[in-house]
């Protein structure tokens, strides 16, 4: 089957790290690039970064850089991502996505999506 | 940054209504467009790519349209189920990918 597997909802004190997994089945891994949104409460959809799972290869949003870095281990077919300081602000679902190209002009979107890790971060 | 404007933020409609989203891009992306639909408690989902290609899987009610600047997404008759929220999506300019803010469909 198909999918991507998210590990479980975390609480983490602020200043601390958080270390959020996505575990792929059904497909090859590493010919695809996985990506990280976060989405706070009631908010919109944030892209955060993304990683080549087959070069390693990764690229990061200007706002979260330097605070997040994205990984992989393709022996467990498996993307990480890690945010650290964390703060009240970063209390949020945390998708993995899967990118998806088609055609020869480079168009892609995320065709599937992880259940998404929620991540609370409070005193 | 490519900033991706919706309009409205939240709509109210009626189960059969003909619906419109506009997405808006603070700069041209040609065809670089896609859209998804969340609802509360799920992961988003694609409805359709490059501005106008449905989904597989997708119910044909759903379109997309533009290029360049602005884009619409067309529910034609609303669905009981298509009551969520829905996300344009450009992969024009990357990094940064950037999402519209949301237009939240709600039952009128």
């Known amino acids: 089957q198909v999918q991507l597997v998210q590990s479980g909802a975390e609480v983490k004190k602020p200043g601390a790290s958080v270390k959020v997994s996505c575990e792929a089945s059904g497909f090859t891994f590493t010919t695809y690039a996985m990506h990280w949104v976060r989405q706070a409460p009631g908010q919109g959809l944030e892209w955060m970064g993304w990683i080549n799972a087959g070069n390693g290869n990764t690229k990061y949003s200007q706002k979260f850089q330097g605070r997040v870095t994205v990984t992989r281990d393709t022996s467990a077919n498996t993307a990480y991502m890690e945010l650290s300081s964390l703060t009240s602000e970063d209390t949020a679902v945390f998708y993995c996505?899967?990118?998806?190209?088609?055609?020869?002009?480079?168009?892609?979107?995320?065709?599937?999506w992880g259940r998404g890790t929620l991540v609370t971060v409070s005193s | 940054d490519i900033q991706m404007t919706q309009s409205p933020s939240s709509l109210s409609a009626s189960v059969g209504d003909r619906v419109t989203i506009t997405c808006r891009a603070s700069?041209?992306?040609?065809?670089?467009l896609n859209w998804y639909q969340q609802k509360p408690g799920k992961a988003p989902k694609l409805l359709i790519y490059?501005?106008?290609s449905l989904q597989s899987g997708v119910p044909s009610r759903f379109s997309g349209s533009g290029s360049g600047t602005d884009f619409t997404l067309t529910i034609s008759s609303l669905q009981p189920e298509d009551f969520a929220t829905y996300y344009c999506?450009?992969?024009?300019?990357?990094?940064?990918?950037?999402f519209g803010q949301g237009t939240r469909l709600e039952i009128k």
């Open positions: 996505a899967r990118q998806f190209y088609y055609g020869s002009g480079g168009y892609w979107y995320f065709d599937l």
């Open positions: 999506q450009q992969t024009y300019s990357a990094p940064p990918i950037t």
């Open positions: 490059s501005a106008s």
């Open positions: 700069q041209s992306i040609s065809r670089y």
